[in-house]
């Protein structure tokens, strides 16, 4: 429907219209779906978020390698107590990150948003955000509509997998996501949706995929918590009227260059990074993964 990003946004603002909005036109003429079908998946899909971003926050899990399971917990113990540096919403939404990482660690049931390993980042956002602004489900939707379209962006023009781009495009592409969406769900112009999506992806290009004894445990897990702060900054920059010199396309087109010239041993293989360290050599050797 569009070539660019710019048509994309054109189109949006010449019709008065959010990105939310476009991308459910998008869907329903592409597939002859209704909105009513389309909305009904998308609650399914909601629903299966909520349940794995809220798992964790309340008990102790085990995942397959042993490496996490209590996070979560820890984290929303420690919220709790007002003694956090990060503020209350920030470290809710990180909990609920690091609780659907336990999940899918665990063998679970989880939305690839866009990947399992970067799972937690949307669901992490959308249920912090709605409970801070008691958004309506409605609007919720648009935005997880909004977010499938930059996702989408980026699978074409550069990649979601680890093994080919590196955790920029695994969860790079889930925080660029995450801030489109909020952007769209509070109300941003069609421009600012694609500005919070690029901030999203440069401040997180270049991040290697190192996953230590080869499972997607640990750093995954760290980084899904840390990849909904980098959505809510980027948002309240795009919010804020900060703009990015450099368009969201050729910002993909740039992440998808790096994770090219990415060697690798740095493309969840396993063979660089914190995988290859003393300790992390050791905890593959003790779970007898050759």
Do not use: W
């Amino acid at each position: 429907m569009f070539d660019n990003t710019c048509e994309f946004i054109d189109y949006c603002i010449k019709n008065n219209k959010s990105v939310g909005l476009v991308s459910l036109e998008k869907e329903m003429s592409k597939n002859n779906l209704s909105k009513e079908v389309i909305f009904d998946n998308l609650k399914s899909v909601l629903k299966v978020m909520k349940e794995s971003s809220h798992e964790g926050l309340d008990k102790d899990m085990s995942s397959m390698g042993g490496l996490i399971g209590t996070e979560a917990k820890l984290l929303e113990e420690y919220r709790k107590t007002q003694k956090s540096l990060s503020g209350d919403f920030i470290l809710s939404a990180a909990a609920k990150a690091l609780s659907t990482s336990q999940v899918n660690a665990c063998m679970g049931r989880i939305v690839a948003a866009p990947t399992a390993g970067a799972a937690g980042i949307m669901p992490a956002m959308i249920f912090s955000i709605r409970e801070k602004y008691d958004l309506t489900e409605e609007q919720i939707l648009y935005g997880m509509l909004a977010s499938g379209s930059i996702g989408k962006i980026i699978a074409t023009k550069a990649s979601i997998s680890g093994a080919e781009g590196g955790c920029q495009a695994e969860c790079g592409s889930a925080a660029a996501m995450a801030a489109g969406a909020l952007v769209d769900m509070l109300g941003g112009s069609p421009d600012q949706v694609f500005h919070a999506a690029s901030f999203a992806l440069i401040n997180i290009m270049g991040l290697i995929c190192d996953p230590v004894a080869g499972l997607v445990e640990y750093p995954c897990n760290i980084r899904n918590a840390s990849g909904v702060y980098n959505a809510y900054l980027s948002a309240d920059m795009a919010l804020a009227g900060i703009k990015s010199p450099i368009p969201f396309d050729q910002v993909v087109e740039s992440m998808n260059q790096v994770g090219n010239l990415m060697h690798t041993s740095l493309k969840e293989t396993a063979l660089g990074g914190l995988a290859t360290t003393e300790a992390g050599i050791k905890i593959k050797k003790d779970l007898g993964i050759k």
